[in-house]
């Protein structure tokens, strides 16, 4: 299992969600920024037979014009901090994107969820944060990815997200609970794919946890099978197929995937094609303290 939880605390990317100066001029009502004139808004409250006074009608319309701009405006605001997540979330700034994103911690919306659930995480993977407040943020990420998945169901980072943050808890739990979660973890991963079959990471990642079972000790085997009728197991033919998946998805996205594919090819005795992918995991630019461990 210590491949896959080496894979999982790789912070992965995903787009920028944001709708940009379409969404500002909608929310402003118009092209122009231009509201429904009161005597049109009066006309067709008329019209419409409301039975109230000159002066309760107006202060009835009045009521919804400012809520339907206020629900407007909300909606705008989630999509603008979304905007402002991924731009310190693409500038490496893992504190500051996280205390943007914990005070939107009772959102409905699974995109600023799922974003929170990564964030926690990546802070829980610094070496400053202290094992307390590790512990406390992994806990933390797995609720919010829960969160997201209860608000859409169809989001498919809520799916990652949720079954790398189930991965993670796992480790405080015991045997027993990470080897029951790897297979729901296996199923998020898998719908992952399903809403998104070009997410590269997600792909690599199935590939992470067959190599890991592929390659897990006898003992662990034994233990796993006490625990459990039918425990979760792999080969190492499924890993390769889903490693290069994740090449085709999105070729040379990812020096790890290269290295695995190397590895792989190691573990079925294919020296030539080990030979091959190694180098270009060997050959690839490191830009990240990971591609120089690499």
Sequence with gaps: MAALMAALARPFRCGPAGLGTALRREAMGGPCGRGRPGTEVLRKGLQRGVVLSTGSFLVYEAHKLISGFAEVHAS????????????????????????????????DDAELLWRLARSSRDLAQLGSTSAEEKRQLTYDSLEYAKKALEKNESNFAAHKWYGICLSDVGDYEGIKTKIGNAIVIKEHFQRAIELNPKDATTIHLIGIWCYSFAEMPWYQRKIAATLFATPPTSTFQEALRYFHMAEEADPNFYSKNLLFLGKTYLKLNNKKMALLWLSKAKEYPAQTEEDKQV
Excluded: M, P
């Excluded at 605001?77 to 009772?106: F, M, P």
């Design 76 to 107: 705008f605001k989630v999509e603008d901090v979304i905007e402002q997540a991924d731009y310190l979330y693409g500038s490496g700034e893992t504190e500051k994107l996280y205390r943007l994103l914990v005070q939107h911690k009772n959102s």
